[in-house]
Nanobody, 121 residues
Framework: QVQLVESGGGLVQAGASLRLSCAAS????????MGWFRQAPGKEREFVAGISWRGFTSYSDSVKGRFTISRDNAKNTVYLQMDSLKPEDTAVYYC???????????????WGQGTQVTVSS
């Protein structure tokens, strides 16, 4: 059974940092693209960052320069380092994986259950 399990969320003040982790199990994700998405209350889920199996990265404009995505293929884990957090970053953050590429939509094969990030002003 394929599972993606996120961790590292929490409540922080504006300007703080958090590091999210997503541990994958049930298959080898070494050649899959992986990504992070988020869903704020009352809004649709949106793309945050993606990383190919070779390490090429992409970011949404709203997080570019503040968030960094990385992966450790040996550990089947992807990370999201979030710096200079803002209240508008408050959301449930989801990990996703898909063969070859990450779509910036819902069309990815594997999804985690999400971890809550709350940023207070």
């Amino acid at each position: 059974q394929v599972q993606l399990v996120e961790s590292g969320g929490g409540l922080v003040q504006a300007g703080a940092s958090l590091r999210l982790s997503c541990a994958a199990s049930g298959r080898t994700f070494g050649t899959d693209a992986m990504g992070w998405f988020r869903q704020a209350p009352g809004k649709e889920r949106e793309f945050v960052a993606g990383i190919s199996w070779r390490g090429f990265t992409s970011y949404s404009d709203s997080v570019k320069g503040r968030f960094t995505i990385s992966r450790d293929n040996a550990k089947n884990t992807v990370y999201l380092q979030m710096d200079s957090l803002k209240p508008e970053d408050t959301a449930v953050y989801y990990c996703a994986a898909n063969p070859s590429i990450i779509y910036q939509t819902e069309n990815n094969r594997y999804w985690g259950q999400g971890t809550q990030v709350t940023v207070s002003s």
